[in-house]
């Protein structure tokens, strides 16, 4: 099945096909010379992944992902432990080896990316992914360096960050006040929830820079459940406590704005405002953004055990209510078809059963596309790895 992958991986891809009696049908795709811009090199594999005619009703099988739509942001999340960057990294693989120019993008603090594709992808760069046959490109979101540019900048001229952005907004003397209470260090903390905020950034930059216009597809390996309800939830959140700042600053501003004219502090008033004011709206696209069911789409993974599936029944409730579109449900880790079972396995597969019928019961997911993962006897693991798992799940 894979020339490339070793012994173990081909004895695996051969028993699962035995199993599961897999038909897996490779899209020929041209492989770009060395020569071609990397910017050639996604227009023609954008062109080339153009829709063909289709007959019927639309599926909701990896066609209509390649070909069928549109949909440019795929976010997968769920419970910790369930295979949640497996599955990003080979959908990511099998949207390039179809001719998208395709990102991954993981905004876990504790990423594995680099494990999955065995590359180094730390740095908080972009950093081209060496195998898949269109442009793969990887970034994980570095969030200590953005805590260290967070107390860099706070300690600017002496003082605090905080403070001198206070200043600006007139709101200095609450600073003060909390200074003189011992509370100072709390303002050059970096806040709860910075990880999301650097996220929620780098989707920003996702909308607005040029460098990222040449990907047709976008991938994101989120954070556990509860990280992730906080990224969705924080364009809402940020929306909200600006307004409230900006509403403060109004009140206050009428009975200080002769005085702050004669020291020339107006300007750098208005300035911070008008910045505030446009990271405002900033978030009111990125929240329009994750609730577009025509450009993005939210992939729950779980596992099949009770517990694993009630969190991921909670999940889509949450993301029920922000408005986030939710289509598929993967399920991973099943234990593939057997003739004959030890006395753990069949437990095992009683138990799997069980979490099964759950999910076919459940309001909440039973009227997803359910698609099952099949345990394998090995670590998926390199691109060759990530490709026979992405054959398996994304049909």
Known sequence: MLATASPGLQAAARRLTRAQALCVVRLPRRRPTRSTS?????????????????????????????????????????????????????????????????L?????????????????????????????????????????????????????NGGTGVKDFMDSMGLGVLVEQLGELKLGELLDTPPPGLDEAIAISKVIQFLEAQEYSMFSRIVFDTAPTGHTLRLLSLPDF???????????????????????????????????????EQLRERMVKVRE??????????IIVTIPTVMAISESSRLHSSLQKESVPVRRLIVNQVLPPSTSDCKFCAIKRKDQTRALDMIRSDPELMGLNIIQAPLVDMEIRGVPALKFLGDIVWK
């Open 289 to 298: 953004l994750f609730r577009d069911t025509e450009s993005t789409e939210f």
């Open 238 to 276: 940020l929306d909200a406590s600006i307004g409230k700042i900006l509403k403060l600053r109004s009140k206050i501003a009428s009975a200080t704005s002769a005085i702050k004219s004669v020291f020339g502090q107006e300007v750098q008033q208005q300035d911070a405002a008008n910045k505030l």
């Open 38 to 102: 990397l910017r050639a090199v996604a227009s023609a594999a954008a062109a080339e992944a153009a829709p063909p005619a289709k007959e019927g009703a639309e599926e909701l099988g990896f066609q209509e992902m390649t070909y069928g739509t549109r949909r440019r942001y795929y976010m997968l999340g769920g419970k910790g432990g369930v295979g949640k960057t497996s599955c990003a990294a080979s959908l990511a693989v099998r949207f390039a080896n179809n001719g998208h120019p395709t």
């Open 104 to 156: 991954v993008v993981s905004t876990d603090p504790a990423h594995s990316l680099s494990d999955s594709f065995a590359q180094d992808l730390s740095g908080g760069t972009l950093v081209q992914v060496e195998g898949p046959d269109a442009p793969l490109f990887a970034l994980e979101i570095n969030p200590e360096k953005a805590r260290e540019e967070f107390r860099t900048a706070s300690q600017k």
